[in-house]
């Protein structure tokens, strides 16, 4: 490793601030970039279920009432 | 026009199926229009006549599946009668977007006194009424050398008189070897063969 | 069967256009009239300051004449798709993407080209350096023609959208900075008594360019705007 | 090949083949970034000139390089769902365009923050960052447009013809911006032009970039198994998936 201590490598002769806050950033925007579309495909699978159990009841009723 | 000896079909549409908001208003449509032909499209409203005159004047080229063919040039009137208000019965149609040849003014002069807007030749088409101004969109049937017509509605906003004129002109047309297809809610006493296309039927079946 | 050659269509509708901004001299005023209140602006907001203005006055010039541009452009196409006047351009024989290109000629004489006539008034108000006048007009005049074909752009995409106002400004302002960037540079080199030409003809190779490109995407801006 | 084309447009083929392919990819993305983040920040020696805040050029260079291809990957969907009218292409545009925009930003931010310690501002206007700017700004304009239409399928192809209008222009708009900036700014730190790179700071860069790229193709793929659901919900194939994912 370039730094001798783990200190030396968090304040990077005092860039460090600048260069872990946008690491930072960055890692937030990528692990917002894979979780989104994850959640959003669980999410739009979970809304389809319920439409489609929806749409079961209904026929279901439908056949009863006749 | 002497019809041709084969008639070649002016419009040719092969299994048309068009669907609006996910409701499936029209499928597997097939239909010739041959010159001298005169098809009236009915349905109840929402059954998608307009979009299928859409399609079939090619005004819509998305959204549709299937080929529709047209071998001559189209005239559409649509329910928008593409009139300014800005501009007088004369200036619209000479000056018309719908890009036919030159006609002379006293053809327009004429045309517009076969639809009862003789005199109004002048007057800002803002100043007229909604019916006058759709007759201005109806001049263009006199003016217009296109031998496929496409109309939607043609007859509203037009009173007894007007429709009767309209109904002659249509028959002349298709006499002269034109088409027409249009579509309108009052049945077309016209002294040609009137072929129906109910779009409640194609969907029924 | 005696449809129109396309030269004489185009010449028609642009005939039909002059005729209708004539008849309605208010729409024709509008840009000149914000071109000139928004001017006014700057020495209120900067402060009377003649240096300081004519320091800005190439930016400030250019960047109003922008704004001017993109606030007709929504109009463009409109009033035509309102009243069913496009349906009627987009069945005509003749290929739609000569028939746009009037289009954007009504819209360029209407506002580009008054703008740029205007514009001395406001440079002198400025008091932007003598020598730079002629330039100014002239790039402006170059510039406004880019401006009004990808302005074009824009209201063709937004034709059939009701608040399409604001959303061709998101569209195409990002498309207007290298016309903004030759055109001020222009009249700042004219400012510090370096030749014009270059920029110029940068801003005639942009409208060349958009001449022969932008008409593509207009046409099939207005097909998918008539179907949507 | 022509099969493979055409099987390309079959929703539920395209579905099940991209949800294989992540199930490598993704962790391969995942430790390569880490790698590579890893190598450039702690084991590679301090720039002479800018000293250690160089190394965010690890991130801002591969996510500017990556949201800019991006943009062009929008628009090349965009022209094929346009010209062949594939549906496939159009879901694959719609996908592009947030991973994009958000690229775009983070290379933003990145940019502001490296030009802290190098320039002393949060915001230099070079010319790098400005051009960025503008290429965030036509992303933007794809999404509103999008948003703007109800008819989806016009949306998509106003969209298409939005973004092959916004390709032509990206070069001239980053060519005269890169003008731009030399005309008001004497050549000063070039930003991101460094002439010769030193090797050992060339490798974990190019790696980082081929994790950028790697991480854009892994959440187009996710964005697209989610538009596709959303598109074909009423579709046998979907039904069949719901009932499976309900059981598993």
């Known amino acids: 490793m370039y730094f001798d201590s783990w200190q030396a490598a968090l304040v990077m002769d005092g860039h460090g601030g600048f260069v872990w806050a946008a690491y930072a950033i960055t890692t937030l925007g990528v692990v917002w970039m894979l979780v989104y579309p994850a959640w959003s495909r669980r999410r739009a699978l979970r809304q389809l279920a319920v439409a489609v159990r929806r749409e079961q009841a209904r026929a279901d009723s439908a056949q009863g009432v006749r | 026009m002497t019809a041709t000896p084969v008639a070649t079909p002016l419009l040719t549409a092969t299994d048309v199926t068009i669907e609006r908001g996910g409701r499936g208003l029209v499928s597997g449509l097939s239909l010739q229009v041959m010159p001298g032909e005169i098809w009236q499209v009915e349905g109840v409203n929402g059954s998608g006549k307009t979009s299928l005159l859409r399609v079939l004047s090619g005004l819509s080229r998305y959204g549709y599946d299937g080929q529709v063919e047209r071998a001559v040039p189209l005239l559409y009137l649509g329910h928008r009668s593409a009139v300014k208000p800005l501009l007088s019965p004369l200036e619209n149609l000479r000056l018309h977007p719908g890009g036919e040849g030159d006609h002379t003014d006293s053809d327009i002069e004429r045309a517009l006194a076969a639809v009862g807007l003789a005199g109004f030749e002048d007057n800002l088409a803002g100043t007229l009424s909604a019916g006058q101004q759709r007759r201005i969109n109806l001049a263009r049937l006199y003016l217009s050398p296109c031998p496929l017509w496409i109309l939607d509605e043609p007859f509203t906003a037009i009173d007894r008189e007007g429709v009767l004129a309209l109904e002659q002109r249509f028959a002349q047309h298709a006499q002269a070897g034109g088409a027409i297809v249009c579509t309108s809610h009052q049945p077309l006493n016209v002294q040609a063969s009137v072929s129906r296309l109910s779009l409640d039927r194609e969907r029924a079946a | 069967m005696n449809t129109l050659p396309t030269v004489a269509f185009m010449r028609r509708l642009l005939r039909r256009q002059l005729l209708l901004a004539l008849r309605s001299p208010v729409d024709v005023a509008n840009p000149l009239i914000f071109f000139g209140m928004v001017i006014v602006l700057f020495p209120i907001g900067l402060g009377p300051d003649p240096v300081i203005l004519a320091r800005f006055a190439p930016g400030i010039l250019w960047i109003v004449a922008l704004l001017s541009s993109l606030l007709t452009s929504d109009a463009l196409f409109r009033s035509d798709f309102d009243d069913g006047s496009l349906e009627q351009l987009l069945l005509s024989p003749q290929p739609l993407y000569l028939s746009v290109l009037s289009y954007v000629l009504a819209h360029w004489l209407i506002t580009g080209l008054l703008l740029a006539l205007m514009a001395p008034l406001f440079a002198i108000m400025l008091g932007l350096a003598v020598q730079a006048i002629a330039p100014l007009v002239a790039s402006l005049a170059l510039g406004t023609a880019v401006l009004s074909l990808v302005g074009c752009i824009g209201a063709s995409l937004t034709v059939s959208l009701r608040r399409g106002g604001m959303l061709i400004a998101l569209l195409v302002l990002p498309l207007y900075v290298p016309v903004l960037i030759f055109g001020s540079a222009a009249v700042q080199a004219a400012v510090d008594g370096f030749s014009v030409l270059p920029y110029l003809a940068i801003l005639a190779a942009m409208l060349s360019l958009g001449i022969a490109l932008a008409p593509f995407a207009i046409a099939a801006g207005l097909r998918i705007g008539i179907d949507a | ?248």
């Open chain 4, 1 to 248: 090949m022509w099969s493979f084309f055409h099987k390309l447009g079959s929703p539920p083929w395209l579905y099940s083949i991209a949800g294989t392919i992540l199930r490598w990819l993704l962790p391969i993305t995942l430790v390569v970034l880490v790698a590579g983040a890893v190598w450039g920040l702690l084991y590679t020696p301090p720039d002479f000139r800018q000293g250690n805040s160089y190394r965010i050029m690890y991130i801002h260079v591969p996510t500017a390089v990556v949201a800019l291809a991006g943009y062009y990957v929008m628009a090349i969907a965009g022209a094929i769902s346009l010209i062949w009218r594939m549906k496939m292409a159009d879901v694959a545009m719609r996908a592009a365009a947030p991973i994009g925009a958000m690229l775009t930003f983070l290379a933003l931010v990145t940019g502001a923050i490296w030009g802290k310690p190098t320039w002393g501002t949060w915001w230099e206007w070079d010319a790098r960052i400005t051009s960025m700017l503008v290429l965030f700004f036509l992303y933007l304009g794809v999404m509103v447009l999008y948003d703007a239409y109800d008819n989806k399928e016009a949306a998509g192809r106003a969209c298409a013809v939005l973004s092959l209008v916004g390709t032509v222009n990206i070069p001239i708009i980053y060519k005269s911006v890169d003008w731009w900036y030399s005309l008001h700014q004497p050549a000063s730190i070039k930003f991101t032009g460094e002439s010769t790179i030193d090797s050992s700071m060339l490798y974990p860069l190019l790696l980082m970039i081929v994790a950028f790229y790697a991480l854009y193709t892994c959440c187009l793929l996710m964005n697209m198994r989610t538009e596709l659901l959303r598109r074909e919900a009423r579709t046998g194939w979907v039904r069949r998936l719901i009932v499976e994912e309900g059981k598993g």
